[in-house]
């Protein structure tokens, strides 16, 4: 028989039990949809980590600690300064370096006082962290101190009175900075009382510097928390002079001092070092490398591949129980032919004496069977889309805010086509045993069958 025969005869037998093959198929159906959702939702929860995180953030490799002694190289420099600099350049993978420095600086907008950490970095990291700017440009390369606020550190200021938020626009306000250091019980302001000064007076309040706002990070919508919302950024040699003019003669925050707060020594020590590299992948490779070598190091690549892993283990389990589903679908798969080999025995043994070849009938049991699972995979991932809409209109937009637009459910193309390829396998291997039941009758006797 020609293929275009056996599909017609297959088809036209499913239309005739149509009651029984449209319940076989909704068991499918109901499988596939489970296989899609429960995946899906795996796959919207591991790629939720990564989209938290702007790329370059998976570029880059902190250096916080230098090698114990014993693990130190020859000429390894003791502390994180200049010198230790090409040091890290060379190391395979890495394609930047920046030097960093972290102090904590008391802001005061108007009548309101809040604590934040500035991050100084060089201009050119800036420009290469590709910050998308709500409005200002970024510093450049020798021009005076200028801070690149967080999306949503306008958001941060209340009145001490009412304790109520504040409305602050850094376009307009100005921002008054006094440079802090970490005492027992949190910040605490630097540049109050002076050596000398009478300790029975009360202690000069710190000096307090114009910080001007020079541009502001974009927020990704509906005023969602995103990794820079609480971040200041600011030039690292501008936020170095700024702070030497604001505390001349004294060290600066975690810098060496003598026992009356004199610099001491002149080599700079930064609070870390930051590697950038080509690649998350990089990063993890300059991560490893590191460590052996024995340096303190951390990566943002690092958790989040711990996390991806996570998620994969639920992607697992949620595939798992969809795929008992389905497999209950195959048992009603192969009962359903089962009572059609039953049902058709006279019209099996006729087709026999006909002379229809063994492949023919079996094929056609099989045909039927895989066309049972196909359908009922075709509609099962049409409705997997709609609930996977549906739950992203609902519970995704509240977990995102209002009007915003979060992904729980991720149905990618590898999980489409493969949803329904496996549902037609299973509805074809659901049919192996019907199918060799049939080619197996006795002709004869499925002549005299009732």
């Known amino acids: 028989m020609r293929w275009t025969d056996l599909l017609a005869t297959s088809l036209a037998s499913l239309r ?18 489970s296989v899609i959702v429960m995946v899906s939702l795996g796959v919207g929860l591991s790629s939720s980590f990564t989209s938290q995180f702007q790329q370059i953030s998976l570029r880059q490799v ?22 230790l600099i090409p040091i890290l350049a060379a190391e395979p993978g890495v394609r930047a370096v920046w030097p960093t420095y972290l102090v904590d600086v008391e802001f005061t907008v108007g009548a309101a006082t809040q604590y934040f950490q500035v991050v100084g970095l060089p201009a050119e990291a800036l420009q290469e962290m590709n910050l998308d700017l709500a409005w ?9 101190l200028g801070l690149v606020l967080g999306d949503l550190l306008h958001t941060q200021f209340w009145d001490p009175v009412t304790g109520m938020p504040l409305e602050v626009d850094f376009r307009s306000d100005t921002i008054f900075g006094a440079f802090a250091t970490f005492g027992e019980y949190g ?11 009478d300790p029975t007076q009360p202690a000069k309040p710190p000096k307090r510097i ?6 502001q990070i974009a927020n990704p919508g509906n005023d969602q928390w995103g990794p820079y919302s609480s971040s200041v950024f600011a030039d690292f040699d501008a936020l170095r002079k700024a702070m030497e003019k604001a505390m001349p003669g004294k060290a600066l925050p975690n810098q060496p001092a003598t026992a009356d707060g004199k610099p001491k020594g002149k080599a700079f020590i930064y609070t870390e070092i930051r590697l950038l590299t080509d690649s998350p992948e990089d990063a993890e490779m300059v991560l490893n490398s590191l460590r052996e070598q024995g340096y303190g190091a951390f990566a943002d690549v690092e958790w989040i591949r711990q996390a991806q892993s996570q998620a994969l283990m639920i992607q697992a389990v949620f595939g798992g129980i969809g795929f008992v589903s389905l497999l209950v679908a195959a048992i009603g798969i192969a009962n359903t032919m089962m009572m059609s080999v039953y049902e058709r025995t006279k019209e099996i043994g006729i087709m026999k004496v006909m002379g229809a070849a063994l492949g023919d009938i079996r094929r056609m049991f099989l045909i039927e069977s895989a066309a049972i699972g196909f359908l009922g995979g075709v509609i099962g991932l049409v409705l997997s889309l709609a609930a996977s809409a549906l739950l992203n209109a609902t519970l995704g937009a509240q977990v995102a805010g209002e009007g915003g637009s979060g992904e729980l459910s991720v149905v990618p193309a590898w999980l489409m086509v493969g949803a329904v390829v496996f549902a037609t396998l299973i509805g074809t291997l659901a049919g192996l045993v019907p199918a060799q039941r049939a080619t197996n009758l006795s002709p004869l006797a499925a002549m005299r069958a009732e």
């Open 187 to 197: 910040p605490v302001p630097i540049g109050g009382g002076e050596d000398g000064d």
């Open 16 to 33: 005739q039990r149509l009651f029984r093959t449209s319940l076989t198929v909704l068991g499918v159906l109901i499988g596939t949809t």
């Open 62 to 83: 902190s250096v916080n600690s230098v090698p114990p002694p014993e693990m130190a190289a020859p000429g390894q420099p003791a502390q994180l300064s200049g010198d």
């Open 136 to 144: 200002g440009q970024l510093p450049q390369p020798g021009e005076s």
């Open 210 to 215: 114009i910080m001007p706002a020079v541009a």
